[in-house]
């Protein structure tokens, strides 16, 4: 605990000037009698004297005690903030043990685990996404069938396309990623899509070159497959298309840039 060094303040009053007015007044022949008027107005002071040494330390002692509780209190502050850092160093360190546990099982290779990760983490600092969000979405593309080659150009689709939308990242990569494994689209697909702000209907009319209200038909009829899905949402992602860059725009913000910078390095 630390010490603080003890503080007293001497007041003291010099009395000779008044004691020798009085001594004069009295021996002027003034109708109070000067020797006793200066003995008692003496002891006032003296007494007045004291008192006001008594408060003046009592200040400081107030004013030593108060910084005392103030450095226990900041030291305690401090050792809370140390320990919170630490903790989450330790959290974000047992993260990306967890990371790369999962992908190498996703992956069959701890070394693809490790490129899949640095690749992630890249991303994700250039993106207006974090990283745990980011991983989520891979790793749920990779459930689905995506090969590790097919990770990047589908999470920069799927990224641009949710930050032009506000659709939850990962929650848009599961939309695609069950595209993928039934083969085709269903009626249940497009309104996802649709529901989200995707203009996936005017991107599928302009590959077969039909009206928009045909593209329905052809949806229940079976001959949408995910080719044709994955073609619209590059062509929506990429140069010329509605949602071209968006990520790196919104990266530059100032939300994009405050978020996202507790990354680690994978190796």
Known sequence: MPRIASVSVDV???LDPAKRQITDFGHSGGRIAGGKFEQGFTQHMRSAQSRMSSVANSVFTGVAAGMTTALVSAAASATQAIGQVGASILKVGADAEKSKVSFTTFLGSASKASAVLKDITKFAAETPFELPEVEKAAKQLL??????EQLKPTLTAVGNIAAGTGT?????AEIIGKAKTQGRLYAEDINQLTGRGIPIISEL????????SEVKKLVEQGKVGFPQLEKALVSMSSEGGRFEGLMTKLAQTTGGKFTNRQLVKIT
């Not at 939850?168 to 848009?172: A, G, I, K, M, Q």
């Not at 009319?205 to 039909?210: I, M, P, R, S, W």
């Open 205 to 212: 009319a302009k590959q077969y070159g039909v009206a928009e």
């Open 12 to 14: 003291k009053l010099n």
């Open 143 to 148: 459930a689905f069938g995506f090969t590790a």
């Open 168 to 172: 939850d990242f990962s929650e848009l």
